[in-house]
């Protein structure tokens, strides 16, 4: 029901930033709490970031805490994750997805998925 295409991954120096991006389709993009999870090599899939379909809530991991922020541009279909003091521990394949349920809440149902973006953080 949703197309998710994520941009904006590459290498990065520790303590650097990275502005992520997730462009969807879909008219009623508004109405989708979003997220991004991210999966580092051997490692499982782990959640980093979500924000509401209202974007008045947001929901985040500690190990991003103060470092990362989610939005979202309802008429640009699409939401970002800015990522500042980057830690080697980063480094992941960071993915973005969507929970179509109009009025979601949380826990969300995240149902649709990108092809991830790279990211690297060097030491």
């Known amino acids: 029901q949703v197309q998710l295409v994520e941009s904006g991954g590459g290498l990065v120096q520790a303590g650097g930033s990275l502005r992520l991006s997730c462009a969807a389709s879909g008219r009623t993009f508004s109405s989708y709490a979003m997220g991004w999870f991210r999966q580092a090599p051997g490692k499982e899939r782990e959640f980093v970031e979500a924000?509401?379909?209202?974007?008045?809530?947001?929901y985040y991991a500690d190990s991003v805490k103060g470092r990362f922020t989610i939005s979202r541009d309802d008429a640009k279909n699409t939401v970002y994750l800015q990522m500042n003091s980057l830690k080697p521990e980063d480094t992941a394949v960071y993915y973005c997805?969507?929970?179509?349920?109009?009025?979601?809440?949380?826990?969300?149902?995240?149902?649709?998925w990108g092809q991830g973006t790279q990211v690297t953080v060097s030491s």
């Open positions: 997805a969507a929970d179509p349920s109009y009025g979601s809440i949380w826990p969300y149902n995240f149902g649709s």
């Open positions: 924000i509401s379909w209202k974007g008045g809530n947001t």
